[in-house]
């Protein structure tokens, strides 16, 4: 199960909601789905910036809880 689930948080992120990173040299990275947290990470020139993460992070929870319900909480990884 958490296989599927992981996969379907890695499509939803790179193909549906974060496509805009990619454009900017960023990615994102799936690390881990369980209990309802995705743990990820982001990749490339933004991913040390903190207030960066967070902004990233927000935005996309909120979208990817609409195409993932089983996920409540997106987490940034370092």
């Not at 990470?41 to 960066?52: E, I, K, Y």
Request: charged share 25%.
């Amino acid at each position: 199960m958490n296989a599927m689930l992981k996969a379907r948080v890695a499509h939803a992120l790179k193909a549906e909601i974060a496509p805009a990173l990619l454009l900017d040299g960023n990615g994102i990275e799936v690390l881990d789905v369980s209990d309802g947290i995705a743990q990820v990470r982001l990749t490339g020139v933004c991913a040390g910036c903190p207030a960066t993460i967070m902004t990233v992070i927000t935005s996309l929870e909120d979208e990817l809880r609409k195409r993932v319900p089983e996920v409540e909480v997106l987490e940034a990884v370092s």
